[in-house]
Structure formats: structure tokens, C-alpha cells
């Protein structure tokens, strides 16, 4: 568990991400039928076509996770499911029925919320799973079954592999539950094919490295930040939040971005750096009305989006490129530039990056 030569563990596991999306999918594809082989769920076909209801419990990072777990496994499979604080869930009355499986998704295995939230939903008659990256974990130990998302050892305590690694293994359930009920083969294979090629896209984004460096040194004496999504990039926003607060001990906040109009555009003006996550999605026209709003107000914009979104490149006064992919896996490729902004404005300010 060495540095490897770079300067923290969090930009090393920043850049290991190519690999750790890799390893995540290792072994689990079928390209020629588009199925997924998930053995560690230890379920029959017939007992995953009864699976009713999904709850997704965790914590700071792996919560995120957990939400755009949800708009994947609810997209592809039609099956509700719902996502908790872990801990929130462990200390209020949760309803769980016949038919419910948990998810305990944490990177560690061992926080403590989570696992007593896992305990709480196994008295009360849930199937529960773990989605750990430590194998042999307390979680992964306590959960009937599970997935491994072999990311490897995350030194830093701001999760950066863990989460991609965590998303990826959530696609992965998407298509596993989604091919038992609403996914073709051929559209399982088109998903597939989509993501093989995550691996070098977050490859190719990293090659921007330097660009997104140069952009920290523009924004990091800003104290405050707001980060803007739709659907899935929702959550993208609140990680990429996360992770600036985390580890620059800046405010920044997370926010639906058709919801800022009821209040936090009140706060949009020079001072406030806003990043939109906005890539060519079906929800890109409706957040190409919102970063007019913010423009219209002064506010500084950072853009994340794909070649080509000229009305973006034309407010945004930072644009930063992603390859284009399915909707519901831009997530996997959007948090990458969030993860190296929070990064280098971390270290400009001078904080301990690796144990904030
Ligand atoms: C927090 C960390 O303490 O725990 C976050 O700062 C992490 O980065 C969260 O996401 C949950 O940890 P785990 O190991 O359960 O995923």
C-alpha cells in the first residue's frame, strides 16, 4: 500500500480508476447474451423475479451510491427502491415486507451505522446483502450474501474508486434484475458493450488533469460552492459537493438543479462558483435553462459536458469534456473531474488531503 509516486493516496486512487472499474466488472459480463453473472447474490432466477421492493442503505458517499443506484435499478427493472441513511434507518420504524431485499452498500464494511441498520433490517425479516469493497468485512460477514467490488485498498478517507467501483456493481444489479424482467438481450448487449468502454473513457478524462488543475487555481480562495444535476447527475452533484467539503473544509452544497429557482438562486452571484453536471442527457435541455438563470445572475459557471453542447460552452465560463455514454452511466464519468477539482482546490489551500 505504497503512494506509488504520487504526491496522496486519494489522487493515486483517483487515477486507479480505469483498473478498479475493470476489476469491478471482472468476471461478471456476457457480452453475447447481455446478462451479468452476479454469484455472490446467492438467489435463483426464480427468487429474483420475486424480489418486490429494494431498499439501499449507507452512508456520506456510499448514500450517494446508493440514489443513483436507485434511478438505475428503477429504469431498467421497474422494481421500487428506496434509499436510507443508514443512520437514519437504524433508529426509526422502517416498514419491511415480504419480498424486500437490503443493500448495505459501504466501502469499509465496518461503519457502525450502517451495519446496525443492516441488523435492524435483518429482525425484521429482510433478505440483506452487502455491497463492501473489504472483503471479510463485519458487514459483508453479517449479510446473507452480497458483491465484492474489489476496488482494492482505499487509503483516502474521502471515497474516490470506492464510489465508481460501488455505481458500476449497481449497474450490474440493474442488468441482473432488469434481464429477469423488462431488458432484451440485445439491449442487455448494448449496455454491456457501453460498459466495457467506461474503463478508458475515465482513462481519457483523466488525461485532463492539468486543464481541471488550472481551473482549481481560479476558484480555490472561493469559500462557497454550489453544484447543480438532473436525475442521476442529482446525486453527482451532491458527491461532488461532498468530496470539496470533505477535504478543502469549503461549503458547498449538492442541489437538484430545477429546484434551485425555490431559494438558492437567492444566493447566485459573482462570488458563488456554480458546477453544472450537464451532459447531452435526456434532462439537457431543461438544465440548459437553469444555467441561463445562473448566468443572468453573474454567477461563475464550471460545466461538465460532451463535445458538441455548444449553448453549455457558450454561458459556461469553464467547460470540462466527457465522452458520451448512456444516460444512466454518465454518473460513472461526471464524478471524475468533481473528484480532481476537490482534490486540487484541497491541496491549494494547503489541507491534509488523505486525513482531512
Ligand atoms: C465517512 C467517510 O466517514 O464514511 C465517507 O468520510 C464514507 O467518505 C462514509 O463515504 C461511509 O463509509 P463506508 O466505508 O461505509 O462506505
Not at 421492493?53 to 446508493?66: E, K, M, P, Q, V
Not at 488543475?213 to 461532498?242: C, D, M, Q, S, T
Not at 473544509?249 to 453544472?276: Q, S, T, W
Request: charged share 20%; proline share 4%; glycine share 8%.
Amino acid at each position: 500500500i505504497e503512494k506509488g509516486g504520487f504526491p496522496h493516496f486519494m489522487l493515486k486512487e483517483i487515477f486507479e480508476q480505469p483498473e478498479t472499474i475493470k476489476n469491478a466488472m471482472r468476471g461478471r459480463l456476457i457480452p453475447a447474451t447481455g446478462d451479468v453473472r452476479l454469484g455472490g447474490l446467492d438467489m435463483t432466477e426464480e427468487q429474483l423475479r420475486d424480489v418486490k421492493r429494494i431498499l439501499l442503505i449507507g452512508c456520506g458517499t456510499s448514500w450517494h451510491a446508493g440514489l443513483i443506484g436507485e434511478y438505475m435499478i428503477e429504469e431498467k427493472t421497474r422494481i421500487p427502491v428506496e434509499v436510507e441513511y443508514a443512520s437514519e434507518f437504524r433508529y426509526r420504524n422502517p416498514v419491511i415486507e415480504e419480498g424486500t431485499v437490503v443493500f448495505a452498500i459501504s466501502q469499509s464494511g465496518e461503519t457502525v451505522d450502517t451495519l446496525a441498520a443492516l441488523r435492524e433490517a435483518e429482525k425484521r425479516g429482510a433478505r440483506c446483502m452487502g455491497i463492501c469493497n473489504v472483503v471479510g468485512s463485519t458487514i459483508a460477514r453479517e449479510s446473507h450474501a452480497g458483491v465484492y467490488i474489489h476496488a482494492g485498498p482505499e487509503i483516502g478517507v474521502a471515497s474516490t474508486k470506492a464510489f465508481t467501483s460501488q455505481i458500476t456493481v449497481l449497474a450490474l444489479l440493474a442488468l441482473v434484475f432488469g434481464r429477469l424482467r423488462t431488458i432484451s438481450s440485445s439491449e442487455g448487449q448494448k449496455i454491456i458493450q457501453a460498459l466495457m468502454r467506461v474503463p478508458d473513457q475515465v482513462a481519457e478524462i483523466l488525461t485532463m488533469h492539468e486543464e481541471i488543475r488550472k481551473i482549481a487555481e481560479e476558484y480555490y480562495h472561493h469559500n462557497n460552492f454550489l453544484y447543480l444535476g438532473r436525475g442521476a447527475n442529482y446525486p453527482v452533484a451532491l458527491e461532488g459537493a461532498l468530496k470539496l467539503k470533505e477535504i478543502s473544509y469549503l461549503h458547498a452544497e449538492g442541489y437538484p438543479a430545477a429546484e434551485m429557482k425555490h431559494g438558492p438562486i437567492a444566493l447566485i452571484d459573482e462570488n458563488m462558483p456554480v458546477v453544472f453536471i450537464c451532459p447531452h442527457d435526456n434532462a439537457y435541455q431543461k438544465i440548459v435553462g437553469n444555467i441561463c438563470e445562473v448566468k443572468a445572475r453573474k454567477g461563475k459557471i464550471i460545466a461538465i459536458t460532451n463535445e458538441g453542447n455548444s449553448e453549455v460552452v457558450e454561458m459556461a465560463d469553464h467547460v470540462i469534456y466527457i465522452p458520451r455514454t448512456l444516460d444512466f452511466l454518465y454518473p460513472i464519468l461526471a464524478v471524475i473531474p468533481l473528484q480532481l477539482l476537490a482534490y486540487h482546490i484541497a491541496v491549494l489551500r494547503g489541507c491534509n488531503v488523505d486525513q482531512p
